[in-house]
């Protein structure tokens, strides 16, 4: 591993002439105008703000978006938020950013600013309207200072006049023009502060293992990151052309999910595995991933419009993203089967976190159980088998907080569905629905029934945040109903009867008082957990239970007589 000190004007310039290479599978900007005014002040106080990876490969690389002849060696792959931010501090347009207009409206969002008067943090802001009213020269833009290179005599006297503009508008008290000339100096010289690169070029084994372990400010470069570089490198274009379009179509759809994921999806498909080092070197190349892609993007689409068929509008919903290799991998080998059954096998799997974020295992004996089944229902009963244990629903998984059941919200949602439940506003359109389609990506609002400030202090407090105390409403109304009493605000918007009975309420919801609530929500649950194991059964048919899948009285029998 080689070690250097690259200055931040260096850092920009190499970006923009192209001597340094952001790789294709690299996400976007994503950092928010306060990261990047952060960093800015970080610089100012001399804070680290933590060292570039660069991997030097001197084989080929698809870069993102490039447009020029350029060929550099090196991969910024640790570093790329910051040295784009670096850029838009100094208003300089790095090659990877492909579209000029797109590039102006970035800086103009990102307008950070030099507050020359304070003398207290922050000292940098994001401009806002209210800033740029501001008569006089108090909020100087960062890159006007940047760009400044005093060695220039021009850009000297513009310094030294911007100090005097400064003292004239009756700005830093205390300070002569000196001294204030001293201070915008300050933040000229960031261009000069010197970074650490280190820069790695080991084989491809060694990388892959060094960048799984690395973590940049809470975000893990993961082995999918690395692989979908090999990929780019072996078969330049389809990661640009083909990769990435298809994220965008699928994050249309209303499933906004990580590239990680689809090419998890992608190698369990073709493969049976999501361990990337345990593939044979060869899958890596065109003539594998073609047939393999076109695979994964036609199991995706099914996956998607089945699921959209059942309620599921968008992953937001769901607990775990993961669920998609296995979902995915199915679909691909049996993509004639019933829906149904998946959907129950896919909800249990979801109720009973099989794909948590440490799921490798998971999905590696899932995608095997899938690839050695001869017919559709014995894949999902061996699915299904893998969880072991299916018990019905009960009240005490509706008299959990609904802030701790991912799975629980799902379900309530689902069941308001099913009821084809109408909204509490006036428009009498069905929650998740534009008029007769399904909204893409559409979050449902949830509301406390007996909203939680009406509660607070009078109830104990483990059934105030009870999921049985949830309706599914959408926004507007939601506001509205705020804090009050439900005696009051159900008659005030004409929350019918009917619309009450399709979340299972009660219509004497309005005579029921707060010493009545526990019983009430403890009432509400008992309905939800039938219409929950009602639904479930529905969905799952003829499919066979695992043999754990047993009543809990049986099992202690069989504990005691053991």
């Given at each position: ?366 995608l095997r159980e899938v690839a050695e089944s001869t017919t559709f229902t014995e894949a999902l009963e061996r699915l ?55 909204l893409a990506g559409f979050q449902p609002q949830l509301h406390h029934v007996f909203p939680k400030k009406f509660l ?107």
């Amino acid at each position: 591993m080689a070690y250097a000190l690259v200055t931040i004007k260096d850092i920009v310039e190499r970006s923009v002439i192209h001597k340094w290479s952001i790789p294709e599978f690299q996400r976007g900007f994503v950092w928010k105008a306060t990261q990047v005014r952060d960093l800015i002040e970080s610089l100012w106080l001399h804070y680290p703000v933590g060292a570039l990876l660069v991997w030097d490969n001197s084989g080929p690389v698809q870069t993102r978006s490039a447009s020029d002849a350029n060929t550099p060696d090196l991969w910024v792959v640790d570093g790329q938020q910051r040295t784009t931010a670096l850029c838009i501090l100094n208003g300089r347009k790095p090659y990877w950013w492909a579209r000029t207009d797109e590039w102006e409206r970035t800086v103009r969002k990102y307008d950070i600013r030099f507050d020359v008067h304070t003398r207290e943090p922050p000292f940098f802001v994001v401009a806002n309207a209210a800033t740029r009213r501001v008569k006089g020269p108090r909020y100087i833009p960062v890159s006007q200072l940047l760009n400044l290179d005093v060695s220039r005599a021009s850009d000297l006297r513009a310094l030294q006049d911007m100090a005097r503009q400064i003292k004239l508008g009756g700005l830093c008290d205390g300070m002569d023009a000196m001294e204030v000339f001293t201070r915008l100096d300050r933040v000229r010289k960031i261009r000069d502060t010197e970074v650490v690169t280190m820069t790695v070029d080991n084989d491809l084994e060694d990388v892959v293992e060094i960048f799984s372990r690395l973590n940049s400010r809470g975000t893990r470069v993961t082995e999918a990151d690395i692989y979908l570089g090999v990929v780019a490198a072996r078969t330049p274009g389809w990661v640009r052309d083909n990769f990435l379009p298809f994220l965008s179509q699928v994050a249309e759809l209303g499933f906004d999910v990580s590239p990680n994921l689809v090419f998890r999806t992608m190698t369990g498909i073709g493969k049976k595995a999501v361990r990337y080092r345990s593939i044979e070197t060869s899958f890596w190349n065109a003539a594998s991933i073609g047939p393999v892609w076109e695979r994964t993007k036609n199991a995706w689409r099914l996956a998607i419009k089945q699921l959209k068929d059942y309620g599921i509008s968008g992953n937001a919903l769901l607990p775990a993203d993961n669920a998609f290799v296995t979902l995915t991998a199915l679909i691909d080998k049996f993509p004639d089967g019933d829906f149904s059954p998946v959907f129950y096998w896919f909800l249990q799997a979801s109720r009973f976190s099989r794909y948590s974020s440490s799921s490798t295992s998971s999905m590696e004996e899932d995608l095997r159980e899938v690839a050695e089944s001869t017919t559709f229902t014995e894949a999902l009963e061996r699915l299904l088998a893998r969880i072991r244990y299916l018990p019905p629903l009960t009240v005490d998984d509706f008299l959990r907080d609904y802030g701790d059941t991912r799975f629980g919200r799902l379900l309530l949602y689902l069941l308001a569905l099913r009821n084809k439940a109408v909204d509490w506003d006036q428009r009498g359109v069905r929650i998740g629905f534009d008029g007769a389609d399904l909204l893409a990506g559409f979050q449902p609002q949830l509301h406390h029934v007996f909203p939680k400030k009406f509660l607070e202090g009078r109830v104990d407090c483990e059934l105030v945040d009870a999921l049985a105390n949830i309706a599914i409403i959408g926004p507007t109304i939601n506001i509205r109903i705020s804090k009050q009493n439900p005696m009051d605000y159900i008659p005030k918007y004409n929350i019918t009867a009917e619309k009450l009975r399709q979340q299972f309420i009660s219509g004497q919801i309005t005579s029921t008082t707060v010493d009545q609530y526990p019983y009430w929500v403890r009432k509400r649950a008992e309905e939800l957990a039938a219409a929950g194991n009602d639904f479930l059964e529905s969905l799952r048919g003829d499919l066979e239970l695992p043999a754990l899948s047993v009543d809990l009285d049986e099992q202690e029998h069989a504990f005691a007589a053991a």
